[in-house]
């Protein structure tokens, strides 16, 4: 199996975690639509590293963290395991959420899995927020913004169309973003964004 990027500082516990994690995947996916079938053989490249790429954006002290749409477990699953730092997994599917609850079970990942709508979840804000191809910037923000901490920042993982859909949030949203290329796909970036609030009417 691939291992993650030796510049991201991984314990070998926690990659022991993810090797467990990933095999539990794959017997999982016989059933349950978790990843596609084609990816399989890609699965650390394109599914595990790419959300370990996150891993030096994470807050240093960060106490909690709240992922978006978890499906499989990407990024948030993947982070808790890797940085130690509890998540909450929020995924509306229940039998993506059965996964990840066995997933936490058999890997001791610090999570917890709400089976429940994003808009209906009562979580308490939280310094980060994590996303993957969930949907677009100015979606997440709008799903984002009321679970993010005045301070906090979100980091999602965004494909060749990053530019665009920010332009297209920047109508209704301000804040401030860095964006970082993709280690794992060509054209593809992270958006790292903090200080994020509604704009006003006269901005």
Request: hydrophobic share 45%.
């Amino acid at each position: 199996m691939k291992r993650p990027f030796e510049a991201i500082d991984v314990s070998r516990e926690a990659i022991a975690k993810l090797e467990k994690f990933a095999e539990l995947l794959l017997r999982w996916n016989a059933t349950v639509n978790l990843i596609a079938r084609g990816d399989e053989p890609f699965l650390w490249e394109r599914h595990i590293q790419d959300s370990l790429q996150l891993v030096p954006f994470v807050p240093p002290g960060a106490t909690g963290g709240i992922d978006l749409g978890s499906g499989a477990g990407f990024p948030g699953l993947v982070l808790a395991l890797a940085t130690r730092v509890p998540f909450d997994l929020i995924e509306a599917d229940r039998r993506k959420a059965a996964f990840l609850s066995e997933a936490a079970r058999v890997t001791g990942a610090p999570v917890r899995v709400h089976p429940v709508r994003i808009e209906a979840s009562d979580l308490p804000p939280a310094p980060l927020v994590t996303a993957r191809a969930l949907a677009t910037l100015r979606r997440l923000l709008a799903l984002a913004a009321p679970l993010l901490t005045p301070d906090g920042i979100c980091l999602f993982l965004k494909g060749a169309n990053a530019d665009a859909e920010l332009t297209h949030a920047e109508s209704e949203w301000q804040m401030q973003v860095d964006g970082i290329p993709s280690r794992t796909a060509t054209g593809a970036r992270i958006l790292r964004i903090s200080s994020l609030r509604r704009a006003s009417r006269s901005d």
